[in-house]
T-cell receptor, first 113, second 113 residues
Framework: GIQVEQSPPDLILQEGANSTLRCNFS?????LQWFHQNPWGQLINLFY???GTKQNGRLSATTVATERYSLLYISSSQTTDSGVYFC???????????????FGQGTILTVHP | NAGVTQTPKFQVLKTGQSMTLQCAQD?????MYWYRQDPGMGLRLIYY???????DKGEVPNGYNVSRLNKREFSLRLESAAPSQTSVYFC????????????FGDGTRLSIL
């Protein structure tokens, strides 16, 4: 099956700093999503981005499908950004996308005030 | 708007007991999913239901059964619980084939002694 690697595994920032999280995947995908798991364990969908660039406030994401990676940018970080960030992909089997996501191991982000 | 609702939130079982985890969504989504999350890891897909009346195995289906009761509800059953099934279980839903993100419930924390 498809492999998903996220880096860095851990990241510690001061409030106000910027950061870039990376997701590499081993095969072509037809579905790529970024999630934030907050300290209470809730999973929040940040982006659906199998290709291209999207922005939502201080967060933006870029997926370069041909080179098999995606980046999540967090600008002017806040303590509420702390938690685990997951990249999840669905391998492109040439047919319908069923949303069968394979998750990476996550990046643990800690933002200090 | 409740989104995806999972019950119960916590459960402790003894080895060999059976249990059904319930999931319901009110977003008129056609696809629903069950994942498990083990400590320090990303989520792994157990079963999914692409549409009402269909179910299929994910990455880790052994020891589980599912029922898509109707468009809203998707249940996960452990027939004979084992300690290896101690995990946090997440249900998710999405609109398939229209490039939509998955929305997650808050999870069920299950411990098997």
């Amino acid at each position: 099956g498809i492999q998903v690697e996220q880096s860095p595994p851990d990241l510690i920032l001061q409030e106000g700093a910027n950061s870039t999280l990376r997701c590499n995947f081993s095969d072509s995908v037809n579905n790529l999503q970024w999630f934030h798991q907050n300290p209470w364990g809730q999973l929040i969908n940040l982006f659906y981005i199998p290709s291209g660039t999207k922005q939502n406030g201080r967060l933006s994401a870029t997926t370069v499908a041909t080179e098999r990676y995606s980046l999540l940018y967090i600008s002017s970080s806040q303590t509420t950004d702390s938690g685990v960030y997951f990249c999840a992909v669905e391998q492109n089997a040439g047919g319908t996308s069923y949303g069968k996501l394979t998750f990476g191991q996550g990046t643990i982000l800690t933002v200090h005030p | 708007n409740a989104g995806v609702t999972q019950t119960p939130k916590f459960q402790v079982l003894k080895t060999g007991q059976s249990m059904t985890l319930q999931c319901a969504q009110d977003m008129n989504h056609n696809s629903m999913y069950w994942y498990r999350q083990d400590p320090g890891m990303g989520l792994r897909l157990i079963y999914y239901s692409a549409s009402e009346g269909t179910t299929d195995k994910g990455e880790v289906p052994n020891g589980y059964n599912v029922s898509r009761l109707n468009k809203r509800e998707f249940s996960l059953r452990l027939e004979s619980a084992a300690p290896s099934q101690t995990s946090v279980y997440f249900c998710a839903s999405s609109l398939m084939n229209v490039n939509q993100p998955q929305h997650f419930g808050d999870g069920t924390r299950l411990s098997i002694l």
